[in-house]
């Protein structure tokens, strides 16, 4: 039996449809992946960017300079050679 030129235009349109759909959510999927990335470094931003506070402003009652200076001693100790 012959499918008329309807019935193929039909089928043809079906199976786009079908492809879109999976395009869809390949793209959904795609974009919960970048948000989530995106939380993800943003969270690890801002803990560096709370870590270098502490840095720039001693709390120990010591002016800038000489906290600096501590603090690269520090790393100099830590740091191995």
Do not use: C, H, W
Request: no cysteine.
């Amino acid at each position: 039996m012959k499918k008329s030129a309807q019935d193929r235009e039909i089928e043809k349109l079906n199976k786009q449809v079908e492809k879109l759909k999976k395009e869809k959510e390949s793209l959904q999927r795609d974009k919960r992946n970048i948000k989530g990335r995106l939380s993800t470094a943003q969270s690890n931003n801002a803990k560096y960017r709370s870590v270098l506070k502490k840095k720039e402003k001693p709390n120990v009652g010591l002016d800038k300079e000489t906290f600096e200076r501590m603090m690269n001693l520090l790393d100099d100790i830590i740091t191995p050679v």
